[in-house]
């Protein structure tokens, strides 16, 4: 209960400190504000994906169908953060290069990362039992799990960027102004925050609906 | 546990076995084949000669390839569960030698539908000659990677309510970078740019799938 009220008080506050408290980045303009939400997003559609592939690769080495709980749920909340990074990425874009959609380098990972998430919850919406999908959709993600690394390696040699760390970014983090990367690493943590209590409470009703289903299934059994 | 040997054994005997069964209808080979020469067809159709053009070239190239094999690779696997062979299948091999042999014969699937379609798409496309030795390496490599991704992808599709309908849609975060490897490097090697960088991604890419797919083959089946 804590927990929760400090989280909630915690983004609501730096929401507003980042709005009306921090400057503006020149090259930017007012398309700077954009960068509290839309980096924590990009950032947790990451951090899920890992999450999920961390606990496919367990789910793989110790047959705990709680691995797959929490990679089913992180694949989940990863998609929606993903939507949401890619939706506010694009409306950016628009603003600043004129277009919504360019295959930019970091537009095409992201594209990746949200093609990944799609494939693998549909392919675990098609897999009947819960030993087998969990089995399956985890080769799947392992699988996936190869060719990332050679994405990053690849896109930005093939393609261009634009996108604009090395404009804020220019010889390290240095000239960022400090009100800007304060309020921003506060919400990257609050936002972090959200998704770990969102993905604990998704794993907290898979385990329920598996109980009642064992509860189930057991009824049945004796009353047959 | 079964050795070394017994292993390549069982894996050389499953491609005999696929290869003997794909000889006897041919039906997955005239299909896939007919669906290649379709696409082609509607391809060239559609924007007609553009020698001149090797950068799009190049990728409608790699298109009908990706067509080509999405619609016939998960097959192999496919018509084990539908023909309900596959567990008198798994009584007869380990789950690794079987997936290797139906990988070899992916490959083999791959080679014909290419030997067919490349010279095919050259002539209707009025594609300026390649750099041989480049373009067969780049399409060498490019098939490697793409059997052994559709491979590993078949087999756990073949076990799935929508199997082919979802083949596709599945593989696909699988092909992206070969693709994205494989068109640049047909693309550089009409242009005359040096492809070593994309032909080594490409390599360095199928030995990571391949090495991937062996530790996971075990996990395949198992109920």
Same mark, same amino acid.
């Given at each position: 209960?804590?927990?929760?009220?400090?989280?909630?008080?915690?983004?609501?506050?730096?929401?507003?400190? @980042?709005?009306?408290?921090?400057?503006?980045?020149?090259?930017?303009? +007012?398309?700077?504000?954009?960068?509290?939400?839309?980096?924590?997003?990009?950032?947790?559609?990451?951090?899920?994906?890992?999450?999920?592939?961390?606990?496919?690769?367990?789910?793989?080495?110790?047959?705990?169908?709680?691995?797959?709980?929490?990679?089913? @749920?992180?694949? +989940?909340?990863?998609?929606?953060?993903?939507?949401?990074?890619?939706?506010?990425?694009?409306?950016?874009?628009?603003?600043?290069?004129?277009?919504?959609?360019?295959?930019?380098?970091?537009?095409?990972?992201?594209?990746?990362?949200?093609?990944?998430?799609?494939?693998?919850? @549909?392919?675990?919406?098609?897999? +009947?039992?819960?030993?087998?999908?969990?089995?399956?959709?985890?080769?799947?993600?392992?699988?996936?799990?190869?060719?990332?690394?050679?994405?990053?390696?690849?896109?930005?040699?093939?393609?261009?960027?634009?996108?604009?760390?090395?404009?804020?970014?220019?010889?390290?983090?240095?000239?960022?102004?400090?009100?800007?990367?304060?309020?921003?690493?506060?919400?990257?943590?609050?936002?972090?925050?959200?998704?770990?209590?969102?993905?604990?409470?998704?794993?907290?009703?898979?385990?329920?609906?598996?109980?009642?289903?064992?509860?189930?299934?057991?009824? @049945?059994?004796?009353?047959? | 546990?079964?050795?070394?040997?017994?292993?390549?054994?069982?894996?050389?005997?499953? $491609?005999?076995?696929?290869?003997?069964?794909?000889?006897?209808?041919?039906?997955?080979?005239?299909?896939?084949?007919?669906?290649?020469?379709?696409?082609?067809?509607?391809?060239?159709?559609?924007?007609?000669?553009?020698?001149?053009?090797?950068?799009?070239?190049?990728?409608?190239?790699?298109?009908?390839?990706?067509?080509?094999?999405?619609?016939?690779?998960?097959?192999?696997?496919?018509?084990?569960?539908?023909?309900?062979?596959?567990?008198?299948?798994?009584?007869?091999?380990?789950?690794?030698?079987?997936?290797?042999?139906?990988?070899?014969?992916?490959?083999?699937?791959?080679?014909?539908?290419?030997?067919?379609?490349?010279?095919?798409?050259?002539?209707?496309?009025?594609?300026?000659?390649?750099?041989?030795?480049?373009?067969?390496?780049?399409?060498?490599?490019?098939?490697?990677?793409?059997?052994?991704?559709?491979?590993?992808?078949?087999?756990?599709?073949?076990?799935?309510?929508?199997?082919?309908?979802?083949?596709?849609?599945?593989?696909?975060?699988?092909?992206?970078?070969?693709?994205?490897?494989?068109?640049?490097?047909?693309?550089?090697?009409?242009?005359?740019?040096?492809?070593?960088?994309?032909?080594?991604?490409?390599?360095?890419?199928?030995?990571?799938?391949?090495?991937?797919?062996?530790? $996971?083959?075990?996990?395949?089946?198992?109920?």
């Amino acid at each position: 209960m804590i927990a929760r009220t400090t989280l909630f008080l915690w983004i609501a506050v730096w929401t507003v400190l @980042a709005l009306l408290w921090a400057p503006l980045v020149p090259a930017l303009a +007012e398309t700077t504000r954009v960068l509290y939400f839309h980096i924590p997003a990009a950032w947790i559609s990451v951090l899920a994906l890992a999450w999920s592939m961390g606990h496919s690769l367990a789910y793989l080495k110790r047959r705990r169908l709680e691995h797959d709980d929490q990679a089913s @749920a992180a694949a +989940e909340l990863g998609l929606v953060f993903c939507i949401g990074a890619t939706i506010s990425g694009s409306l950016w874009a628009k603003a600043m290069w004129g277009s919504y959609w360019n295959w930019d380098p970091r537009e095409t990972s992201i594209f990746f990362v949200l093609l990944i998430y799609g494939a693998y919850l @549909a392919l675990r919406s098609s897999i +009947e039992g819960d030993e087998r999908r969990a089995r399956l959709s985890a080769v799947y993600s392992a699988a996936a799990f190869v060719t990332v690394p050679f994405l990053m390696f690849i896109v930005p040699r093939i393609y261009f960027s634009l996108h604009p760390d090395p404009i804020i970014n220019t010889g390290g983090k240095i000239q960022m102004d400090p009100r800007i990367r304060i309020s921003f690493f506060a919400l990257l943590i609050g936002f972090t925050g959200l998704f770990f209590w969102m993905l604990s409470l998704r794993v907290r009703v898979l385990r329920v609906a598996r109980r009642f289903e064992a509860v189930d299934a057991e009824r @049945a059994g004796s009353a047959a | 546990m079964p050795t070394r040997e017994s292993s390549f054994a069982a894996a050389w005997a499953i $491609l005999r076995k696929e290869c003997r069964s794909e000889w006897r209808t041919r039906y997955g080979l005239n299909s896939a084949l007919l669906f290649a020469v379709t696409t082609l067809t509607a391809v060239s159709f559609a924007v007609g000669r553009m020698g001149d053009r090797t950068d799009v070239l190049a990728a409608l190239l790699w298109v009908v390839i990706l067509f080509a094999a999405l619609a016939s690779l998960a097959h192999t696997f496919v018509r084990e569960v539908e023909g309900h062979t596959l567990t008198l299948l798994r009584l007869t091999a380990a789950a690794t030698p079987i997936a290797v042999g139906k990988l070899l014969f992916n490959l083999l699937f791959l080679g014909v539908l290419e030997l067919v379609t490349v010279p095919l798409f050259l002539i209707l496309m009025g594609a300026p000659p390649p750099h041989w030795g480049l373009f067969l390496g780049v399409l060498a490599l490019g098939s490697a990677a793409l059997a052994t991704a559709a491979t590993l992808v078949g087999a756990v599709i073949a076990q799935t309510r929508g199997r082919g309908a979802l083949f596709a849609g599945v593989s696909l975060p699988l092909l992206l970078p070969l693709l994205a490897a494989a068109v640049s490097a047909t693309r550089a090697q009409w242009s005359g740019n040096p492809v070593t960088f994309e032909l080594r991604l490409l390599a360095a890419y199928t030995l990571a799938l391949l090495a991937a797919s062996l530790l $996971l083959y075990d996990h395949l089946w198992e109920d």
